[in-house]
């Protein structure tokens, strides 16, 4: 039976979730035996998380699937008021999701479905009018959210547009076409730019505001990505998400009217209120845990190279635009460390993601830049191991809690371990690596 989530009112005015107590709470959704990456449960953080988690039972989409989208569709309606500064560059609530699934397995339809299902009930005009497909050039999309000319046009007054594209090969082929400005009209749309073409001084958009969804296969991408535009320029504004049925539901009547008004309503509520903010800014406390730990962990190793680099590069501000977007939907405009933490999970799932995808020509197959490093280390230091003192130099700018945590990670690797050596009056920690079987 779907999960019936009953909304009530704090004392903040934001929408509360009363969830049945006989349903596991999101962390448990993920499906543990899936045959790629896991998320970290901390990706279905706040009130996108809980909706996420009422919403599983009803569908068979993967959950990260439905909070990828839910997370574009929700910053595309939210508009272009939210921002935030990073360096000198303001960044809009955008997430774009490149949402990457077998034809058969993934279920990335089932996955945009549910959210558009969710959002046609909040906020009805925004779906019939600023949700297109079909994107084929620079071009057209300008047509989308085109300023008037003055005279005859009065061009297009809401600049807010959620495009799903359902084959996004086709998308990639036809930006790589001779004399094509979609790529570079793309970009433009992920910065927030105002769009226009040089040939075409009549087309203009002035402050639009572009969330894009595609969808597509594994062999489709990895074929695409061969290609050094896509790696180096478009690719990159995307958030890779493998996807994978989640549940089997032969017979799924999908959500009750009850449960979708339900979160309509509560959603509805958040979206208007979200479009009054202006400058989103953190909290003390996850600036603190943005310099001490996210920011050094995404920036990587600037000697890696290939597609996986190319997405790395815009790994640390696609976190702090995931939590803003986190956060509008917790009815905030200070990102907390919880959406910090959520959208940093966002991000390495994205880059797991990629590296599965892509296979170990990409990059090592663990999807983490400090953890790759780690388990090259040890594979060259041999038998002798590497010691504690020598993780310590690696990553000397992270904390002890963190190079804990990632050498306990490295021990859950296949043919790694931790062993006590003796030491001069008590016994040192070395990491070993030996190739399994």
């Known amino acids: 039976m779907p999960v019936e989530l009953h909304l009530a009112t704090a004392a903040d005015g934001r929408p509360q979730a009363q969830q049945n107590p006989m349903y596991d709470p999101a962390p448990g959704i993920v499906r543990p035996d899936r045959p790629g990456p896991v998320p970290d449960p901390e990706v279905f953080c706040g009130w996108a998380g809980e909706t996420v988690a ?6 068979e989409a993967d959950p990260v699937g439905v909070l990828a989208n839910l997370l574009s569709a929700a910053g595309a309606a939210i508009g272009p008021g939210p921002f935030m500064w990073i360096g000198n560059d303001r960044h809009p609530a955008l997430i774009w999701a490149l949402t990457v699934g077998a034809t058969s397995m993934g279920r990335k339809g089932a996955a945009t479905n549910t959210v558009r299902r969710l959002l046609k009930a909040a906020v009805p005009d925004f779906i019939a009018s600023n949700t297109r497909s079909g994107l084929s050039s620079g071009e057209g999309l300008i047509e989308m959210v085109r300023d008037g000319d003055g005279d005859k046009d009065p061009g297009v007054l809401d600049k807010r547009l959620w495009v799903v594209e359902s084959e996004y090969a086709v998308t990639m082929a036809r930006g790589r076409r001779e ?38 296969s594994p062999r489709e991408l990895r074929a695409r990505m061969q290609d050094a535009e896509m790696a180096g320029g478009s690719y990159n504004r995307f958030l890779p998400i493998a996807l994978w049925r989640n549940l089997l539901l032969p017979d799924a009547p999908g959500a009750s009217d009850e449960l979708i008004d339900n979160l309509a309503s509560a959603w509805r509520t958040v979206l208007t209120d979200a479009r009054r903010i202006g400058e989103v800014r953190l909290t003390p406390e996850a600036a603190q845990l943005w310099r001490d730990e996210v920011y050094l962990a995404l920036c990587g190793d600037e000697a890696d190279e290939g597609p996986l680099a190319e997405f790395t590069a815009r790994a640390a501000p696609y976190a702090k635009r995931a939590a803003m977007v986190y956060a509008l939907t917790d009815h905030t405009d200070r990102i907390g460390e919880q959406h910090l933490r959520a959208a940093w999970a966002l991000v390495r799932y994205a880059r797991a993601s990629a590296a599965h995808i892509l296979g170990p020509t990409a990059a090592a197959s663990t999807g983490d830049p400090d953890l790759d490093k780690l388990a090259a280390a040890v594979k060259a230091a041999g038998p002798s191991g590497l010691t504690g003192d020598e993780v310590y130099r690696l990553f000397k700018r992270r904390n002890a809690a963190y190079r804990s945590d990632l050498t306990a990670r490295l021990c859950q690797l296949p043919g790694f371990a931790a062993a006590q050596v003796p030491g001069e009056g008590r016994h040192r920690t070395v990491f070993l690596f030996a190739p399994p079987g």
Not at 54 to 59: F, H, Q, S, V
Not at 192 to 204: I, K, P, S, T
């Open 54 to 59: 009422a919403l599983d039972p009803t569908t």
């Open 179 to 216: 004399g094509s400005s979609l790529g570079g009209i793309l970009r433009q749309a992920w910065n927030g730019e105002d769009l226009g073409v040089m040939n075409r001084d009549a087309l203009h958009a002035t402050a639009p505001h572009v969330a894009v969804v595609g969808h597509i």
